[in-house]
């Protein structure tokens, strides 16, 4: 307890005393059962949303259908192999972690077990009582990773180079979530940005496949049943990202709430999310990004994820006859001109927008997906440019280097030797003799990732 109480200061300063007084009451609502009457576990409201009705009135995506997307180009050997290979071990039950190794879950996963632990969460227990943190259990995280539904992307990539149908499989899983995963609770409720990515992810592929014979009504009632209760739960819990944590967390939710009211106009809260998730992400791009273009959490990887969710909001929006705020258009510009240069060609895009993948949300950058701009083509699409950014000096620019568990301000009089310093790009800790960089020309703003 003491050593609890010896921590408060510290939060205090890293999150503002309105975010304090927030988080604190929001915790005795979660601990006293409170909080769990925002978060129903049966639906109560009834709206009228059939297929045929969503096809001729939904809002405008990257692309209308599969059916309407051109003819995708031929693949080298080695890509159409790389891709084959993914699909391959997708449908055998191996997927991808974290961008960065593959674990075998089975063709039949539960959705609920921790693959590192073995630990299965209860599916019955409401989201507000599940302990993220707990040794017993490991890192909740796992269970989160193939919830996002980020495997789609390879699934849809492959759909549209082969020629091989893959509909059955994506609404398979996606159906089969839905079954196993009852309305608020289990642990795939407990982060609202874990929600946010999977609604977004669901809807790419809802469009991809608008017209294929696998989208029954049936199929498609069940699906649009649950992207409405999560974007209802996203919306019931938006103050606790907007004002306890403000990160990529906020910004993400924000851009959630701000495309399923635009894109899925039936819904009786569509307009009432639109409005508020417009104006909300306005606001988050203002405080988060910097005048400079530096971004709030001072990380590679955090940036990366920014332009990307900008990217999706501003071409959505313009894509419907809608457009953000000047205010905001200049920061957005300024988070891809504040990107690091890379020794590489000029015509590719800055190392941190491309080298690790950890930090794309959406998807990889080695194979396209039909109508997604890609990580490199984010930052061009922002600035309206056609061409990707070209790399900029490092001289005279103040940097965050992090070295081991120390971290300094330091200022290069010429641009350094990124293969001397052994650069690692991924914002975590480095291991020794490795060294982390990012630009930084602004005092930290209150954030808070807990």
């Not at 510290?10 to 309105?18: E, I, P, Q, S, Y």
């Not at 915790?27 to 006293?32: D, I, P, Q, S």
């Not at 635009?262 to 306005?282: A, H, I, V």
């Not at 005279?396 to 010429?414: T, Y």
Request: proline share 8%.
């Amino acid at each position: 307890m003491l050593q609890k109480l010896q921590t408060l200061p510290l939060l205090l300063r890293n999150m503002g005393w309105r975010a304090f007084r927030f988080r604190a009451g929001y915790e005795l609502r979660k601990r006293t059962g409170l909080l769990k009457g925002d978060f129903p576990t049966e639906t109560r409201v009834a709206f009228d949303f059939s297929l045929d009705r969503w096809k001729s009135g939904s809002g405008r995506f990257f692309f209308n259908s599969k059916r309407e997307l051109p003819a995708p180009f031929e693949l080298s050997t080695e890509a159409s192999n790389q891709l084959q290979t993914e699909v391959r071990r997708i449908t055998e039950g191996q997927f991808l972690f974290f961008n960065s190794f593959y674990l075998p879950l089975g063709a039949d996963y539960d959705w609920q077990t921790n693959p590192g632990t073995g630990f299965r969460y209860d599916p019955k227990k409401h989201w507000t009582e599940i302990r993220e943190l707990d040794p017993a259990s490991g890192d909740i995280k796992f269970v989160w990773e193939k919830s996002r539904f980020t495997f789609l992307y390879p699934l849809i990539r492959y759909d549209y180079y082969s020629g091989e149908d893959q509909a059955p499989y994506v609404f398979g899983q996606i159906t089969d979530w839905i079954e196993k995963n009852s309305l608020n609770c289990g642990p795939n409720y407990v982060c609202s940005q874990e929600i946010s990515l999977r609604l977004l992810n669901w809807t790419f592929a809802l469009h991809y496949y608008k017209h294929s014979p696998t989208l029954t009504e049936e199929i498609f009632g069940s699906v649009i049943r649950s992207i409405y209760w999560q974007a209802r739960h996203v919306a019931a819990n938006i103050d606790f990202s907007r004002i306890a944590v403000r990160n990529n967390h906020a910004i993400t939710e924000c851009l959630c709430l701000y495309l399923t009211g635009l894109l899925y106009p039936q819904f009786p809260e569509s307009r009432d999310w639109r409005e508020n998730g417009k104006r909300w992400l306005e606001e988050e791009g203002l405080y988060q990004i910097y005048p400079d273009g530096t971004y709030l959490q001072f990380s590679n990887n955090y940036h990366r994820v920014t332009i990307q969710l900008f990217t999706w909001a501003f071409m959505l929006a313009e894509a419907n006859g809608d457009s953000f705020s000047e205010p905001l258009r200049d920061p957005a510009a300024q988070v891809t001109e504040s990107a690091l240069p890379d020794a590489g060609p000029s015509d590719r895009a800055p190392a941190q927008l491309r080298g690790q993948r950890r930090g794309f949300v959406f998807s990889a950058e080695r194979l396209r997906v039909p109508g997604l701009p890609s990580p490199a083509e984010c930052p061009a699409l922002l600035l309206h440019r056609k061409t990707p950014l070209r790399p900029r000096p490092l001289a005279g620019r103040s940097l965050l280097v992090l070295q081991g568990n120390n971290s300094r301000h330091r200022i290069f009089p010429r641009s350094p030797n990124l293969a001397e310093l052994r650069i690692r790009w991924l914002p975590c800790t480095p291991r020794p003799g490795q060294i982390c960089l990012y630009p930084l020309r602004q005092p930290p703003r209150p954030s808070f990732a807990g």
